[in-house]
């Protein structure tokens, strides 16, 4: 098999797309694609400026995906001085699994002369996520527990670095398991919660003043893809399973969405094509005609919430009532 462009020995073929590429173009598509997608989502504001530069908070892990991202992010504007790049870590609390993915972090932004903050939930909300799978109070997967606190921190921290813009490196994968569990489950309002009017879908929301817009540059790329090019590239990740992670429903997901791919290339793509024109519409319905929707302020911590306690506060209640 030798690659399309160059006749070289190829390492992938790319159903969806017909495509075999060797790894010096396999990486040269991924590169490619995240810098169309940060132009599309319009992450770079026309009024940045040396004198004014954007702050771009990476949420980084660790593993494949965010390192491939923070890579890819410095060569593209690691020097540019309209943009500063700042790496943020959290620390969950698992015994033997976080320890060694933050090797990976500080290696990488070492590496690339990035700054590179650290958080961790035992600081910030006096709870381990091995004492939280202990003791279980809602009776939820632990990632049900990780998903709440984690992007509670990553968005605190976000607005406390002044960031403008707060990334994550969820691939094409993921996002298409996302939008079909809420699919599944008929949750209209999750899905509406993807969608600004003024920003776009995906997490890029203006519901308060203290909501840091986000984005994810590598939606487009499939998670195979990713882990090959962080292969290819010899990037430090750190590719282990949480071993806390059980969320059986997505493992379901997962794999159904594998075998359509595998029978039907592009199925992904053409799930995420249609799951944005339906955040937009369900947006209209839950949130307004111009998708905005009325939040106010947690009483425990002043995060934004809907309700008169936030859901990270509650679960932390939970966990220290029991």
């Not at 990486?27 to 810098?35: C, H, I």
């Not at 933050?102 to 091995?130: I, W």
């Not at 399973?241 to 595998?262: F, N, V, W």
């Not at 039907?264 to 793509?269: D, E, N, Q």
Request: glycine share 6%.
């Amino acid at each position: 098999m030798e690659c399309d462009k160059c006749g070289r020995d190829a390492v992938m073929h790319a159903a969806y797309s017909g495509a075999h590429l060797c790894d010096k173009h396999l990486r040269a598509s991924v590169e490619k694609r995240v810098r169309r997608r940060v132009r599309e989502d319009d992450l770079l504001s026309a009024d940045a400026s040396p004198e004014d530069p954007q702050t771009w908070v990476i949420g980084l892990s660790g593993g494949k995906d965010s390192v491939v991202l923070t890579q890819i992010l410095h060569d593209t504007f690691g020097r540019d001085p309209r943009v500063e790049l700042v790496a943020l870590s959290i620390h969950e609390g698992i015994e033997g699994y976080r320890d060694e993915s933050l090797d990976a972090c500080e290696t990488l932004t070492e590496e690339l002369d990035l700054r590179h903050e650290v958080v961790s939930y035992a600081e910030e909300f006096g709870v381990r996520m091995d004492d939280v799978v202990e003791k279980d109070p809602e009776n939820m997967a632990a990632c049900a527990y990780c998903g709440v606190f984690r992007r509670d921190l990553l968005e605190e921290y976000a607005e406390a670095l002044d960031a403008d813009k707060l990334l994550t490196g969820h691939n094409l994968d993921d996002e298409a398991q996302t939008a079909l569990m809420n699919f599944f489950e008929g949750d209209l309002k999750q899905i509406a919660k993807h969608f600004d009017a003024s920003l776009g879908p995906f997490d890029r929301r203006t519901d308060s003043v203290h909501f840091v817009p986000r984005a994810k540059p590598l939606r487009d790329i499939p998670e195979k893809e990713v882990a090959l090019y962080a292969h290819l590239a010899d990037l430090p990740a750190h590719i282990t399973e949480c071993p806390h992670a059980s969320e059986a429903y997505r493992g379901e997901i997962q794999d159904l969405l594998l075998k359509m791919e595998e029978n039907h290339p592009g199925t992904r793509h053409s799930i995420m094509a249609g799951y944005e024109e339906l955040a937009e519409l369900a947006a209209q319905r839950y949130r307004g005609g111009d998708g905005s929707r009325d939040l106010g302020e947690c009483e425990r911590c002043g995060s934004s919430t809907s309700g008169r306690i936030c859901r990270k506060c509650r679960l932390v209640e939970s966990i220290e009532a029991v």
